[in-house]
Protein backbone atom coordinates (compact mmCIF):
# COMPACT_ATOMS: atom_id res chain seq x y z
CA UNK A 1 0.00 0.00 0.00
CA UNK A 2 1.56 3.19 -1.36
CA UNK A 3 -0.63 5.29 0.80
CA UNK A 4 -1.67 7.33 -2.13
CA UNK A 5 -5.53 6.92 -2.18
CA UNK A 6 -7.83 7.45 -5.59
CA UNK A 7 -11.49 7.31 -5.93
CA UNK A 8 -13.58 5.88 -7.42
CA UNK A 9 -12.09 2.89 -8.62
CA UNK A 10 -14.04 2.50 -11.46
CA UNK A 11 -16.37 4.71 -13.41
CA UNK A 12 -18.29 4.97 -16.20
CA UNK A 13 -19.68 7.49 -17.59
CA UNK A 14 -21.42 8.77 -21.64
CA UNK A 15 -19.62 10.87 -24.09
CA UNK A 16 -20.00 14.89 -23.21
CA UNK A 17 -20.38 14.07 -19.37
CA UNK A 18 -17.89 15.43 -16.59
CA UNK A 19 -16.32 13.57 -14.16
CA UNK A 20 -14.10 14.43 -10.85
CA UNK A 21 -11.18 12.33 -9.93
CA UNK A 22 -10.28 12.14 -6.40
CA UNK A 23 -6.78 11.88 -4.81
CA UNK A 24 -5.31 11.93 -0.81
CA UNK A 25 -2.29 11.99 -1.05
CA UNK A 26 0.79 10.09 1.44
CA UNK A 27 0.44 12.11 4.78
CA UNK A 28 2.97 14.69 4.87
CA UNK A 29 3.19 14.84 0.83
CA UNK A 30 3.00 18.52 -0.47
CA UNK A 31 3.29 17.52 -3.97
CA UNK A 32 0.50 15.56 -6.62
CA UNK A 33 0.57 14.66 -9.73
CA UNK A 34 -1.78 12.93 -11.94
CA UNK A 35 -0.79 10.71 -14.87
CA UNK A 36 -3.11 9.31 -17.68
CA UNK A 37 -2.60 5.48 -18.71
CA UNK A 38 -3.82 4.38 -21.31
CA UNK A 39 -3.38 1.07 -24.27
CA UNK A 40 -2.58 4.14 -27.22
CA UNK A 41 -0.56 6.42 -25.47
CA UNK A 42 0.69 4.79 -22.84
CA UNK A 43 1.67 6.01 -19.34
CA UNK A 44 1.55 10.14 -19.93
CA UNK A 45 2.00 12.83 -17.59
CA UNK A 46 -1.18 15.48 -17.19
CA UNK A 47 -0.23 18.32 -14.32
CA UNK A 48 2.03 18.44 -11.25
CA UNK A 49 1.12 20.76 -7.92
CA UNK A 50 3.27 21.56 -4.73
CA UNK A 51 1.32 22.60 -1.64
CA UNK A 52 -1.51 24.05 -3.57
CA UNK A 53 -0.20 25.95 -6.93
CA UNK A 54 0.61 24.09 -9.88
CA UNK A 55 4.68 23.13 -10.35
CA UNK A 56 4.19 21.29 -14.09
CA UNK A 57 2.35 20.68 -16.61
CA UNK A 58 2.83 17.96 -19.16
CA UNK A 59 0.17 16.91 -21.72
CA UNK A 60 -3.25 18.02 -20.38
CA UNK A 61 -5.68 18.70 -22.34
CA UNK A 62 -7.92 21.75 -21.95
CA UNK A 63 -10.47 19.78 -21.13
CA UNK A 64 -8.93 19.03 -17.94
CA UNK A 65 -8.06 20.98 -15.10
CA UNK A 66 -7.47 19.83 -11.49
CA UNK A 67 -6.38 21.50 -8.32
CA UNK A 68 -4.93 20.76 -4.99
CA UNK A 69 -7.21 22.19 -2.07
CA UNK A 70 -5.78 23.34 1.78
CA UNK A 71 -5.66 19.99 3.41
CA UNK A 72 -3.47 18.71 0.18
CA UNK A 73 -5.67 16.32 -1.29
CA UNK A 74 -6.40 16.97 -5.34
CA UNK A 75 -9.26 16.67 -7.72
CA UNK A 76 -8.91 16.19 -11.36
CA UNK A 77 -11.82 17.16 -13.29
CA UNK A 78 -12.47 15.66 -16.87
CA UNK A 79 -15.28 17.49 -18.94
CA UNK A 80 -16.91 17.07 -22.04
CA UNK A 81 -15.65 13.39 -22.06
CA UNK A 82 -14.61 11.65 -25.11
CA UNK A 83 -14.75 8.21 -25.59
CA UNK A 84 -10.63 8.16 -26.33
CA UNK A 85 -10.49 9.58 -22.60
CA UNK A 86 -11.33 6.04 -21.32
CA UNK A 87 -8.03 5.44 -18.99
CA UNK A 88 -6.33 4.86 -15.87
CA UNK A 89 -5.62 7.58 -14.17
CA UNK A 90 -3.33 7.78 -11.31
CA UNK A 91 -2.75 9.85 -8.97
CA UNK A 92 0.92 10.06 -7.07
CA UNK A 93 2.66 12.08 -4.62
CA UNK A 94 6.06 12.80 -2.92
CA UNK A 95 7.56 14.96 -0.51
CA UNK A 96 9.62 16.96 -2.66
CA UNK A 97 8.47 19.79 -5.04
CA UNK A 98 10.85 18.12 -7.80
CA UNK A 99 10.71 14.41 -9.35
CA UNK A 100 14.24 14.07 -9.87
CA UNK A 101 16.37 12.16 -7.29
CA UNK A 102 13.08 11.63 -4.82
CA UNK A 103 10.44 8.46 -4.93
CA UNK A 104 6.90 9.57 -6.25
CA UNK A 105 4.48 7.07 -4.69
CA UNK A 106 1.41 5.88 -6.97
CA UNK A 107 -1.82 5.32 -6.08
CA UNK A 108 -4.06 2.25 -7.31
CA UNK A 109 -5.62 4.59 -9.98
CA UNK A 110 -9.28 5.43 -11.23
CA UNK A 111 -10.50 3.26 -14.15
CA UNK A 112 -12.54 5.64 -16.36
CA UNK A 113 -14.42 4.10 -19.08
CA UNK A 114 -16.84 6.33 -21.18
CA UNK A 115 -18.96 4.73 -23.23
CA UNK B 1 5.69 12.02 -29.37
CA UNK B 2 7.48 9.24 -28.01
CA UNK B 3 10.38 10.37 -27.04
CA UNK B 4 11.37 7.26 -25.31
CA UNK B 5 11.61 3.68 -27.10
CA UNK B 6 11.38 0.87 -25.06
CA UNK B 7 12.11 -2.65 -26.25
CA UNK B 8 11.06 -5.47 -26.11
CA UNK B 9 6.95 -4.91 -25.68
CA UNK B 10 6.91 -8.53 -24.13
CA UNK B 11 9.78 -10.74 -22.50
CA UNK B 12 9.53 -14.49 -21.27
CA UNK B 13 12.74 -15.57 -18.99
CA UNK B 14 12.90 -18.88 -17.09
CA UNK B 15 13.66 -18.56 -13.13
CA UNK B 16 17.05 -17.48 -12.44
CA UNK B 17 17.98 -16.20 -16.31
CA UNK B 18 18.79 -12.48 -16.73
CA UNK B 19 15.57 -10.29 -18.32
CA UNK B 20 17.17 -7.28 -20.12
CA UNK B 21 15.10 -4.50 -21.28
CA UNK B 22 16.49 -1.49 -23.44
CA UNK B 23 15.34 1.97 -24.05
CA UNK B 24 16.60 4.63 -25.89
CA UNK B 25 15.62 8.29 -25.76
CA UNK B 26 16.01 11.10 -28.38
CA UNK B 27 16.14 14.32 -26.51
CA UNK B 28 19.89 15.19 -25.22
CA UNK B 29 18.44 17.86 -22.33
CA UNK B 30 17.37 14.34 -20.67
CA UNK B 31 19.41 13.54 -17.57
CA UNK B 32 17.24 11.64 -14.98
CA UNK B 33 16.47 7.63 -16.20
CA UNK B 34 13.96 6.23 -13.52
CA UNK B 35 12.71 2.59 -14.23
CA UNK B 36 9.34 2.16 -12.94
CA UNK B 37 8.01 -1.79 -11.83
CA UNK B 38 4.23 -2.54 -12.26
CA UNK B 39 2.24 -5.31 -10.82
CA UNK B 40 -1.58 -5.70 -12.36
CA UNK B 41 -3.85 -3.44 -10.31
CA UNK B 42 -1.14 -1.76 -8.85
CA UNK B 43 -0.06 1.77 -9.94
CA UNK B 44 3.81 2.07 -10.64
CA UNK B 45 7.08 2.10 -8.33
CA UNK B 46 9.81 3.42 -8.69
CA UNK B 47 12.59 0.74 -8.62
CA UNK B 48 16.09 2.48 -9.85
CA UNK B 49 16.92 5.40 -11.36
CA UNK B 50 20.37 6.75 -12.81
CA UNK B 51 21.73 10.10 -13.56
CA UNK B 52 24.20 10.19 -16.47
CA UNK B 53 27.42 10.85 -14.52
CA UNK B 54 27.68 7.06 -13.55
CA UNK B 55 27.32 4.22 -16.56
CA UNK B 56 26.21 1.73 -14.38
CA UNK B 57 24.12 1.61 -11.30
CA UNK B 58 23.42 -1.48 -8.77
CA UNK B 59 20.68 -2.22 -6.44
CA UNK B 60 20.37 -6.00 -5.67
CA UNK B 61 19.40 -7.73 -8.47
CA UNK B 62 18.74 -4.83 -10.44
CA UNK B 63 21.55 -3.01 -12.59
CA UNK B 64 20.74 -0.05 -14.94
CA UNK B 65 23.08 0.36 -17.61
CA UNK B 66 23.74 4.02 -19.39
CA UNK B 67 25.28 4.62 -22.75
CA UNK B 68 25.19 8.78 -22.89
CA UNK B 69 26.63 8.75 -26.59
CA UNK B 70 24.30 6.15 -27.49
CA UNK B 71 21.23 7.71 -26.16
CA UNK B 72 20.80 4.13 -25.00
CA UNK B 73 19.77 3.00 -21.41
CA UNK B 74 18.86 -0.52 -19.94
CA UNK B 75 17.55 -2.48 -16.76
CA UNK B 76 19.01 -6.09 -16.18
CA UNK B 77 17.29 -8.05 -13.52
CA UNK B 78 19.85 -10.89 -12.39
CA UNK B 79 18.54 -14.23 -11.11
CA UNK B 80 14.83 -13.62 -12.18
CA UNK B 81 12.42 -14.76 -10.23
CA UNK B 82 8.49 -15.86 -10.76
CA UNK B 83 7.98 -12.63 -8.43
CA UNK B 84 9.66 -10.62 -10.92
CA UNK B 85 6.67 -10.90 -13.24
CA UNK B 86 5.32 -7.39 -13.95
CA UNK B 87 5.56 -4.59 -16.46
CA UNK B 88 8.75 -2.66 -16.55
CA UNK B 89 8.41 0.72 -17.48
CA UNK B 90 11.41 3.17 -18.33
CA UNK B 91 11.22 6.81 -18.22
CA UNK B 92 13.06 10.28 -18.64
CA UNK B 93 13.49 13.67 -17.97
CA UNK B 94 15.19 16.91 -17.83
CA UNK B 95 16.25 17.23 -13.88
CA UNK B 96 13.39 18.78 -11.93
CA UNK B 97 11.50 19.34 -15.28
CA UNK B 98 8.58 17.03 -13.51
CA UNK B 99 7.66 16.03 -16.96
CA UNK B 100 8.16 12.77 -17.24
CA UNK B 101 8.35 10.77 -20.27
CA UNK B 102 7.51 7.05 -20.18
CA UNK B 103 8.62 3.77 -22.70
CA UNK B 104 5.68 2.02 -23.75
CA UNK B 105 6.24 -0.56 -20.97
CA UNK B 106 7.77 -3.94 -21.41
CA UNK B 107 5.25 -6.91 -20.02
CA UNK B 108 7.82 -9.39 -17.82
CA UNK B 109 6.96 -12.98 -17.43
CA UNK B 110 9.75 -15.47 -15.20
CA UNK B 111 8.63 -18.73 -15.77
CA UNK B 112 9.53 -21.14 -12.53
Known amino acids: DSGVTQTPKHLITATGQRVTLRCSPR?????VYWYQQSLDQGLQFLIQ???????AKGNILERFSAQQFPDLHSELNLSSLELGDSALYFC??????????????FGEGSWLTVV | QQQVKQSPQSLIVQKGGISIINCAYE??????FPWYQQFPGKGPALLIA?????SEKKEGRFTISFNKSAKQFSLHIMDSQPGDSATYFC???????????FGAGTRLTVKP
Open chain 1, 92 to 105: ASSANRDTSGNTIY
Open chain 1, 27 to 31: SGDLS
Open chain 1, 49 to 55: YYNGEER
Open chain 2, 27 to 32: NTAFDY
Open chain 2, 50 to 54: IRPDV
Open chain 2, 91 to 101: AAQVYNNNDMR
